[in-house]
């Protein structure tokens, strides 16, 4: 990612963080089970936000029914009762896995730390954490696919996922919510 996409990502989060969390559209109801609303409105206002925003954009572009899902779900894996992901873990989170890949890969695979790092762990392991509550809540094998790999992995080849990513780095801070 670019520095400007990076800067629009800080500047989106810590204003929208303080707003007051979106209501959820009517055609968004039905994608979300209690298990899985709940664990939705476990995230920031600025994630939640960015969430509609990818399956709204997703929505608009036809993608398939599964993608569209996927889109509204693929950072449900942030939602943490016990920390709240702030700037600080967002930036923190993007330079080590740009500069420190070793070592920020033997972090996200050890035990969750106690403390100020609690954030930035869930930022590292939120694909894994939310594909696993997507089985958890009922979700088809599709759909976790296609959360757990949003950010790396899978078949560079599935359009899909392709289109995922793309929805995620591009309409992410772009459409109202």
């Not at 939120?126 to 949003?150: K, M, P, S, T």
Request: contains cysteine; charged residues 25%.
């Amino acid at each position: 990612m670019k520095l400007p996409y990076r800067v629009r990502q800080v500047i989106y989060y810590t204003r929208t963080d303080r707003q007051e969390p979106p209501s959820l559209p009517p055609d968004v109801r039905p994608l979300l089970n209690d298990a899985m609303e709940s664990q939705f409105r476990l995230l920031s206002s600025g994630d939640q936000r960015h969430l509609l925003r990818v399956y709204r954009y997703l929505k608009a572009h036809d993608a398939a029914a599964d993608t569209t899902t996927a889109g509204l779900l693929h950072d449900v894996g942030k939602a943490c009762r016990k920390c709240r992901i702030n700037v600080i873990d967002r930036c923190l989170h993007v330079f080590c896995k740009r500069f420190l890949p070793a070592p920020y890969r033997l972090f996200a695979s050890s035990d969750a730390p106690a403390g100020f790092l609690l954030g930035v762990h869930r930022l590292a392991n939120h694909a894994q954490r939310g594909a696993e509550a997507a089985r958890q809540a009922g979700y088809n094998d599709r759909v976790q696919w296609l959360i757990e790999h949003h950010e790396s992995g899978g078949d560079p080849d599935d359009v899909e996922l392709r289109i995922l990513r793309y929805a995620d780095d591009n309409a992410g801070t772009g459409f109202d919510a």
